[in-house]
């Protein structure tokens, strides 16, 4: 007997060498690769619903994908076990659970978490340049904690984002929950930020400001000029992407509670 069931998979990868999570033909994404090896496992096709696509060369810590189907049985230690046997090594399975049927990756989140990492430093560290924005001139960090500021509840974001091509009337207004830089060990500073959705390209935009803000080029008061002219060449140029990470999409605790074992 066939049960149908809803599948829910928590992920991180690295994105360097990833045209970022959506399928796209001729290329190498995160989410052809996933599918690949889940229905390789499963032995049926799939469609798959991801909560938060990420660019290339974007990274994930806390990526949340699922996929709903009949299946007879499935263990979800087992299918863990054999997706990170199958998958490459920059991706990694971190758990697969049987959810409630009304759970979607996408839909049911209730906000995500991004970080976005500089290095501020006379010299770029090897090690860390795909995981790091390395910026050589001083940055007044006390001026985008400001600007970061300017950024928090709703905004119609349309100067920070990217409109999805084929819905040039999709709303860009976006809530901002918390936005903060604090600095870490070696030169290093980190921007958080919660949003309940986030446009294409919009983390990364945002970041750009900041650190424009940062370098003494703009300041925390053009943040409402900006957003009022709804024009993508006003904002200053976008941060590169292998800076930014997705750490966390968080979901309503009555999911977690109906989770199936």
Known sequence: MTFAQTVRIHLAYKGTNFRGYAENPGVRTVGGELRKAIEQILGTPIDVTVAGRTDAGVHAQGQVISFRGSYERLDHEQLKDRLNSLCPADITIQSVSVVDDEFDARFSALHREYRYRILNSEHSDPLYADLEWHIPQPLNLQAMEEAATCLLGTHDFTSFCRRPKGNLDAS??????????????????????????????????????????????????????????????????IAPPHGLILTRVAYPVAFDEKTKR
């Open 172 to 237: 860009m207004t976006r809530k901002i929950l918390a936005a903060k830089w604090e600095p870490k060990a070696e030169e290093r500073v980190e921007f958080e930020i919660i949003g309940n959705a986030f446009c294409h390209q919009m983390v990364r935009s945002l970041v750009g400001f900041c650190v424009a803000v940062g370098l003494g080029k703009s300041s925390p008061q053009e943040f409402e000029r900006i957003v009022d002219a709804q024009d993508r060449s006003a904002a200053p140029p």
